[in-house]
């Protein structure tokens, strides 16, 4: 019985710091908006409503932080492309690559200050997963999964899959980072079609060839 009581309160408890954690990052995305990607711990405490030390409890340092912003923003990404992707039937490659595109894109246009904290890893502390090489990492998995359900679905080879998953996610990464530091000189729009123009031609390519008749049944 005491052991039930423990281990309840000890769920309750876990659920309390890992909501803690998220309310936490949430703040931390607030300050860095407010602030700008340099924002520092004291401004991240401040937009929290509360000290560095409960901070550096839930996280370790500027680092543990930094870690669970990138999540965060893994899971932003992932969730739009998620809700695309989980239709009745696999997505067709040009229609992934536009919604890849595109989110990556709004997420730029609409947070530059949170982008730019992500793609530059915290200095003067233990060492920290490259956070280019983390995202588009775990991405490029995940959409490499959606192109070989799409060449099952065709009856191709899925060989090609991780070469395209992880291809067209650093290719969008990379336009995306001189998208910003142009200034968002052209529409998002433009860039998103300016992308799937490229590689809609790929993708029909490898589209299989229907047979005649006389062919199939020879």
Do not use: C
Request: charge should be neutral.
């Amino acid at each position: 019985m005491n052991m039930t009581v423990t281990d309840g309160r000890t769920t309750r408890w876990d659920e309390h710091n890992a909501q803690r954690r998220r309310d936490l990052v949430e703040s931390t995305l607030r300050a860095i908006r407010r602030h700008g990607p340099g924002v520092g711990m004291d401004e991240v405490a401040a937009e929290a409503g509360t000290s560095k030390t409960v901070i550096y409890r839930h996280f370790g340092g500027r680092t543990g932080l930094y870690t669970a912003v990138v999540e965060s923003v893994h899971e932003f990404i992932w969730s739009r492309l998620r809700h695309h992707i989980s239709g009745a039937g696999p997505l067709e490659p040009a229609e992934l690559v536009r919604e890849l595109t595109d989110t990556y894109l709004a997420l730029v246009e609409r947070d530059p200050h949170i982008y730019q904290f992500v793609v530059t890893r915290p200095l003067g502390e233990s060492s920290v997963e490259d956070p280019v090489t983390g995202i588009t990492g775990r991405i490029g998995n995940e959409v490499a999964e959606a192109f070989r359900a799409w060449l099952r679905s065709e009856g191709l080879d899925p060989r090609a899959a991780n070469t395209w998953g992880h291809g067209v996610v650093g290719f969008v990464w990379a336009i995306a980072d001189k998208w910003i530091t142009t200034g968002h000189q052209r529409p998002r729009a433009d860039i998103v079609d300016f992308t799937v123009r490229l590689f809609e031609p790929a993708f029909i390519h490898q589209q299989p060839t229907p047979r005649s008749p006389e062919r199939t049944a020879s």
